[in-house]
C-alpha cells in the first residue's frame, strides 16, 4: 500500500514570535525523543508500506546532529519501503546549517529542502523572532546549491507587522533572482498563546490593512506566474514538475501517516494524533508502541466535505470525477445547490471537468469551504 509519511521534529533554537507549531526549546529531551520517535518508525515493519513520500518537518529539524539525523533516516530505510524515485523533504531552518549538515543530508537521500526565509528585510525577521538574517539565508541557499541540491522551496510571509507591499514586493525579487524551484507564501495569522497575539490583544502589533494585506497576495499571484511560477495551489508555486508531491498527498485526501509529537495521521477514513507534550509522547511508546491521543472514524458527509474543500484549494480545481469515482456519486446530488449558490455569487466557476475557485473565490477561499460543511 502507497502512503506519504510525515515525521515531526518538535524543537526549535528559540520560539518565533507568531509560532503555534509543536515546537519546544526543551533541547535536553531530543536523545529521548528520538529512541522513542525509532520506535515509533521501527514498528512500521512488516506492514506492508510503500512509501512514495517523506516530509521530515517541525520545528526544526535540522537542529539535529548529523549522526541523529543518520540513525533517524537508517530505521526508517530499514522500516519501510522508500521508492526510488520518492520525494524526500526536510525543513532546514536558516541557523542550523552548515555545509557538512548540507553534505550530509544529501548523502542520506535528502533530495528537497524546504527552507524558511519569510522575509528580505532583516529588520522584518528581527520583529518575527527569527534567528537568522538575510545573509546566513543566502549563504545556506547557495552552499545548497553548489552541493547539489536541486529541488527548493522557500518559505515566505505577507501581512507581517510594519511589513509594507512594498517589502513583500522586494522579497518576492530578491528570491525569483535564487531561482528556487518552489515557492510558499503564507499570510499571517495571530495564534492564540503566541507574543504576536499578546501584543495584538493590547493594539500594539502593528499589521498591515486588510488591502494591503490582500494586495501583498495578488502581486505574488502576479509576480510569480509572470516569472514562470505555476500557480498551482493557494499559497503554493512551483516551475514545472516540482510542485509538492507530499503536500499533493493532503489536497488529493490521500492516506498520510505522520509520526512523533503531535503528529496527524489520516488512513482509512479515519484521522488520528499523537500525543502533543513531548514527555508524554515518550512515555506513550515506552508503554505501549503507540502515541495515539485521539482517534475519530470520518463519517462520510464529512469525507465529501474535506474531499471538496481540499480539492478546491488546487487551481486546477476539484476534478468531479474523481468526486464520483470515490463517494458513487454525482457531485451535484450531493452539493447542487451549494455550487449553484457559490457559481451565483462569483466565487465558484466549472468546466466539465473540474470545479475551481475564481480571481475573487480565493481572496474569499475559507468562506467558500465553509458552505461544503455538513
Ligand atoms: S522555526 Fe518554525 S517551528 Fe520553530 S518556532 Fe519558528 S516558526 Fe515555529
Redesign the pocket.
Known amino acids: 500500500m502507497s502512503i506519504a509519511l510525515y515525521i515531526h521534529i518538535p524543537f ?5 514570535n ?2 503555534d ?1 509543536n ?1 519546544f526549546e526543551a533541547l535536553e529531551l531530543i536523545p529521548a525523543y528520538l529512541e522513542a520517535l525509532k520506535k515509533e518508525i521501527s514498528d512500521l515493519k512488516g506492514k506492508g508500506y510503500t512509501v512514495s513520500t517523506v516530509y521530515i518537518g ?3 529539524p535540522t537542529i539535529l546532529k548529523d549522526e541523529e539525523l543518520v540513525s533517524l533516516l537508517e530505521i526508517l530505510h530499514q522500516s519501510v519501503h522508500i521508492t526510488s524515485d520518492a520525494e524526500v523533504t526536510i ?1 532546514a ?1 536558516p541557523g542550523t546549517l552548515t555545509r557538512q549538515k548540507l553534505l550530509s543530508l544529501k548523502t542520506m537521500g535528502i533530495n528537497r529542502l524546504s527552507l ?1 526565509l519569510q522575509a528580505y528585510q532583516n529588520r522584518l525577521l528581527k520583529i518575527m ?3 537568522h538574517t538575510v545573509e546566513e539565508f543566502e549563504k545556506n541557499y547557495e552552499t545548497a546549491r553548489k552541493i547539489g541540491f536541486d529541488n527548493i522551496n522557500v518559505d515566505l510571509m505577507f501581512g507581517l507587522p510594519e511589513q509594507q507591499v512594498e517589502d513583500f514586493y522586494k522579497t518576492l525579487e530578491y528570491l525569483v533572482g535564487l531561482c528556487p524551484e518552489h515557492i510558499s507564501c503564507y499570510a499571517l495569522s495571530v495564534e492564540d498563546g503566541t507574543p504576536f497575539y499578546r501584543l495584538w490583544q493590547k493594539g500594539a502589533l502593528p499589521l498591515p490593512s486588510e488591502e494591503d494585506e490582500r494586495e501583498m497576495y495578488h502581486r505574488a499571484v502576479e509576480f510569480l506566474t509572470g516569472k514562470g511560477y505555476n500557480h498551482y495551489e493557494i499559497s503554493n508555486f512551483a516551475v514545472s514538475k516540482r510542485e509538492s508531491k507530499h503536500n499533493m498527498v493532503y489536497w488529493s485526501y490521500k492516506d498520510y501517516l505522520g509520526l512523533g509529537a503531535g503528529a496527524h495521521s489520516f488512513f482509512n477514513n479515519e484521522r488520528f494524533y499523537n500525543y502533543t507534550l513531548i514527555p508524554a509522547y515518550i512515555k506513550s511508546i515506552q508503554k505501549s508502541s503507540s502515541a495515539v491521543a485521539y482517534l475519530e472514524k470520518i463519517c462520510i458527509e464529512e469525507q465529501q466535505a474535506e474531499f471538496c474543500f481540499l480539492g478546491l484549494r488546487l487551481l486546477k480545481g476539484l476534478s468531479k470525477e474523481a468526486f464520483c469515482r470515490r463517494f458513487n456519486k454525482e457531485i451535484t446530488q450531493v452539493y447542487g445547490n451549494v455550487i449553484g449558490k457559490l457559481k451565483k455569487q462569483g466565487l465558484l466557476r466549472e468546466n466539465q471537468k473540474y470545479l475551481k475557485l475564481t480571481t475573487q473565490g480565493l481572496d474569499f477561499a475559507n468562506a467558500v469551504f465553509v458552505e461544503f460543511m455538513p
Open positions: 526549535c533554537v528559540k520560539k518565533c507568531y509560532c507549531f515546537s517541525g520545528g526544526t525543513e531552518n524558511g523572532g527569527r534567528i
